[in-house]
């Protein structure tokens, strides 16, 4: 098994606005690049976060502001994501877009393991990928 440096956990939290999946996902490639996960293991964590995020900001406060909160973190050779809203999620529409609704089946197509947790106070999604490091790297 490899042995790699874990990096400081990164937790932040922001306004639920379309606006800041930029930003964010920009802060997470930074620290994804602060300890080198490998290529596929970042992208793929990019792509699942920044669906969990777009999720929470159109899902979970569609009907009022608040917050959101992303959290990443190594324990062994796993890279966690937590990905956390204050909201309540509307029902989806009776008839769901053609290039929409796709959300979910990316973050589980590209992670090891996803669970999503919602409640009156908000939804939790929860997901890891086992960190693995380009053959080059």
């Known amino acids: 098994m490899a042995v790699h440096r874990q990096p400081a956990p990164l937790e ?6 379309i606006g800041q999946l930029g930003p964010v996902r920009a802060r997470l490639r930074q620290w994804l690049q602060s300890f080198a996960p490998g290529t596929r293991t970042a992208q793929d964590s990019l792509v699942a976060a920044g669906e969990a995020v777009a999720n929470a900001i159109e899902h979970g406060h569609r009907a009022a502001p608040g917050e959101i909160r992303l959290q990443a973190s190594t324990a062994g050779n796993r890279l966690w994501l937590i990905v956390a809203d204050s909201g309540s999620w509307l029902p989806p529409q009776p008839e769901p ?10 973050m589980r197509a590209m992670m090891d393991n996803v669970s999503i947790d919602a409640g009156p106070t908000g939804t939790t999604v929860t997901m890891y990928v086992k960190i693995r490091r380009d053959r080059s790297g």
Not at 97 to 106: E, F, H, N, P, V
Request: hydrophobic share 55%; glycine share 12%.
């Open 97 to 106: 877009a053609l290039y929409r609704g796709k959300g979910i089946m990316l």
């Open 12 to 17: 932040l939290a922001f306004p639920a606005e």
